[in-house]
């Protein structure tokens, strides 16, 4: 299994940016997909992921209502729609995929929210 990340970049504060991921290789339906975030100096945490057979998704409590994450219109692809960006916002973004256990991870991409 493959991740390739695209997006990211500078915002201002109050912007709006859109992180995509697609996954290659044997994808099962039972798979979750999502981002994970490391801000400087602090550990990587979980932003948001989707069930990619079902659709359910699950969201850090400091992004709800800011982010959205969703399915592509092509296969095995997510797509994270941040608006209303904040400067702590600013991190490196990693696409993630779990499946049967194993878990992949995708280049970081960098995010930086500054006026």
């Known amino acids: 299994v493959q991740l390739q990340a695209s997006g990211g970049g500078l915002v201002q504060p109050g912007g709006s940016l859109r992180l995509s991921c697609a996954a290659a290789?044997?994808?099962?339906?039972?798979?979750?997909m999502g981002w994970y975030r490391q801000r400087p100096g602090n550990q990587r945490e979980l932003v948001a992921t989707?069930?990619?057979?079902?659709?359910?998704?699950n969201y850090a409590d400091s992004v709800k209502g800011r982010f959205t994450i969703s399915r592509g219109n092509a296969k095995n692809t997510v797509m994270l729609q941040m608006s209303g960006l904040k400067p702590e916002d600013t991190a490196v973004y990693y696409c993630?995929?779990?499946?049967?256990?194993?878990?992949?991870w995708g280049q970081g991409t960098q995010v930086t929210v500054s006026s």
């Open positions: 290789g044997s994808i099962l339906s039972i798979a979750t």
């Open positions: 993630h995929l779990q499946q049967d256990y194993s878990n992949y």
């Open positions: 989707v069930s990619i057979g079902g659709g359910g998704v």
